[in-house]
């Protein structure tokens, strides 16, 4: 039509948009692969160095000796049941907050150079990371970090367990009160956790379940993020028809 100024967008410019995105795919596969190794892992080397152990006691004929191959025998089975798990899973659960963490700093660095905004995501003085982000994408983006409450206190809790664990070792006394109330009632998968000589052992069960956690939250605020992008790019890329 004559004079007809009606915008259309460009879907090709969309599609770029969508393909380029950073959502955190392949490190949370990564980190699933893992899991799934290091839980076959841990039994396995435990029954390996007790199978070579038990050769060697029924080959010994000295009775000092023996006596030392059962007590290397009895310190393998519990660090096979306690120490090895407590370092490996608690390791696991660290860097699956920061898988996390880095979802979103990628997710937020997207969206500023996609905006072309100006104010860069920083850690607030006396804020941890997601108190910070929390108000930055409040402030900045319009949108809320986490789609519900109770995905916010399941990353609380996991950032919980990495400082526990990270900088504390993961002593038991560590933790906030109720996450520890939480362990002793064993009220989801990811607080199902031995606690042994004041520190907590993590399990397969527990990784899961925060891995799968920290995923879905950050695979949904990207999918807000990314509606954001969109948008902007619809309201500033927009072409007319020809007349």
């Known amino acids: 039509m004559p004079g007809s100024?009606?915008?259309i967008v460009d879907p090709f410019a969309e599609f770029d948009l969508i393909c380029?995105?950073?959502?955190?795919?392949?490190?949370?596969a990564q980190l699933r692969r893992y899991i799934r190794a290091a839980n076959d892992f841990i039994p396995h080397v435990t029954a390996q160095q007790g199978v070579r152990?038990?050769?060697r006691i029924k080959r010994a004929s000295d009775p000092v000796s023996v006596a030392e191959m059962e007590a290397e025998l009895e310190a393998v089975t519990r660090d096979g049941s306690t120490v090895l798990p407590r370092l490996i899973w608690g390791g696991i659960?660290?860097?699956v907050f920061a898988a996390f963490e880095y979802g979103v700093k990628r997710t937020l660095k997207h969206w500023q150079a996609t905006v072309g905004h100006s104010a860069e995501f920083r850690i607030l003085p006396r804020k941890d990371f997601i108190k910070s982000?929390?108000?930055?994408?409040?402030?900045?983006?319009?949108?809320p970090l986490f789609n519900s409450q109770q995905t916010r206190n399941t990353l609380v809790d996991l950032k919980s367990f990495r400082n526990s664990?990270?900088?504390g070792s993961g002593l038991l006394s560590?933790?906030?009160?109720?996450?520890?109330?939480?362990?002793?009632?064993?009220?989801?998968?990811?607080v199902s956790l031995e606690v042994e000589d004041g520190q907590w052992v993590g399990n397969a069960r527990s990784?899961?379940?925060?891995?799968?956690?920290?995923?879905?939250?950050?695979?949904?605020?990207?999918?807000?993020?990314?509606?954001?992008?969109?948008?902007?790019n619809r309201n500033s890329s927009r072409i007319s028809k020809p007349s």
């Open 133 to 143: 982000a929390e108000i930055y994408t409040r402030d900045q983006i319009g949108l």
């Open 174 to 190: 560590d933790l906030p009160e109720n996450l520890v109330t939480a362990i002793n009632q064993c009220r989801n998968p990811g």
């Open 53 to 55: 152990i038990t050769a």
């Open 207 to 232: 990784a899961a379940y925060y891995l799968l956690s920290s995923e879905r939250a950050i695979q949904t605020f990207g999918e807000s993020v990314l509606e954001k992008c969109i948008v902007y």
């Open 5 to 7: 100024n009606i915008p």
């Open 20 to 28: 380029e995105f950073p959502f955190a795919i392949d490190t949370f």
């Open 93 to 95: 659960l660290v860097s």
């Open 165 to 167: 664990f990270a900088h």
